[in-house]
């Protein structure tokens, strides 16, 4: 892997590491459901008038518009909202990772491995210690909520990688076209029209303008450019090699957390994030000597970010085909 596009993988990392900071103060201004589908409006628009359809069936599109778009960043905005800081959000949503493999093995009859296994206990240990830091039912929620999202995560990752995209990048982008209206619906029904409405009509003021900033980062940085280079780097390097570079993403976002607010983790979130980390490159990174079922490339697995990304492009088919490839 070339030195440039390790830079690249690493300005990824950061980018969705700061992501976290970045919704943190857009969700001191607009509430959580509304925020999300503020969010993926800002992108649905131009993909319906620019994006080319990604060549998939609409099942997998709903799937993992679905999955990703509204049950990740729900429950993810919601967690932040009741108190999750961005820095310990950044960690616990790499729990989609273990989740991922899990839900491959019962759902695609992928093979888990016994390294595979070891790897999800020891990352289910690591959430453990971090359950047991916040013992308190009002400390213990938003980390709960955030396992929620990462859940989430990981049944979009088995639909798109289910979807066979031609243009993974394209893929993404048309998802961003399910989550607006089921969540502006659940906005109006949780959080009310009189909220909403307050939260529009004082966007453009001086008091908003960082939560307008961030919102504007979390598309244009943390989606369209982060997911962009990575797409690229993922499409011209093995996926072994570009996504242990997405273990960053909690360093970059405990780093810019303390930096931009202040925020501190405690030893316990510590430990326990060290130790999902490692549970989460044991069970995701291929291991020499690791066998895999005919037809399945290890490496062609979804990856582990702090921002959600496209899967990388399916390989070609063995054999010739009258109508080229399976999209089921």
């Not at 857009?26 to 959580?32: D, T």
């Not at 932040?80 to 961005?86: F, L, V």
């Not at 400390?139 to 709960?144: E, K, N």
């Not at 409405?197 to 939560?211: D, I, K, Q």
Request: hydrophobic share 55%.
């Amino acid at each position: 892997m070339p030195l440039r596009d390790r830079l690249l993988a690493a300005l990824v990392a950061v980018l969705w590491g700061v992501n976290f900071v970045a919704i943190h103060f857009s969700l001191e201004h607009f509430p959580p459901f509304f925020l999300v589908a503020l969010r993926f409006l800002v992108l649905a628009i131009p993909t319906v008038l620019f994006v080319k359809w990604p060549g998939v069936k609409v099942r997998w599109l709903l799937g993992y518009g679905l999955g990703f778009g509204i049950l990740q960043f729900a429950f993810l905005y919601a967690g932040m909202s009741a108190g999750m800081p961005p820095g310990l959000a950044s960690l616990v949503l790499q729990a989609s990772a273990p989740f991922t493999v899990v839900l491959a093995a019962l759902w695609l009859r992928e093979r888990l491995s016994v390294v595979q296994g070891v790897g999800i206990l020891i990352a289910v240990a690591g959430l453990g210690v971090i359950a047991a830091e916040r013992a308190g039912v009002s400390a213990l929620l938003p980390v709960v909520l955030t396992l929620f999202g990462a859940l989430g995560w990981a049944f979009g990752n088995i639909c798109s990688r289910q979807a066979k995209p031609v243009s993974p990048l394209g893929l993404t982008m048309w998802m961003s076209v399910v989550p607006p209206v089921p969540l502006l619906v659940l906005s109006l029904l949780v959080e009310g029209p009189a909220r909403i409405g307050e939260s529009l009509a004082t966007a453009f003021t001086l008091e908003a303008l960082p939560a307008m900033l961030g919102l504007a980062y979390t598309v244009l940085l943390g989606t369209v450019v982060g997911s962009g280079i990575w797409v690229t780097l993922m499409k011209r390097n093995p996926s072994s090699r570009v996504a242990p570079f997405s273990m960053l993403v909690p360093v970059a976002g405990f780093t810019s957390a303390w930096l931009i607010l202040g925020e501190v983790p405690n030893a316990g979130d510590l430990v326990g994030g060290a130790i999902v980390i490692a549970g989460v490159l044991i069970a995701t990174v291929p291991w020499r000597g690791r066998r895999s079922r005919p037809g399945f490339d290890a490496d062609a697995r979804p990856t582990t970010t702090g921002e959600p990304t496209a899967p990388a492009a399916p390989p070609a088919p063995s054999r010739p085909s009258a109508v080229g490839i399976r999209h089921d």
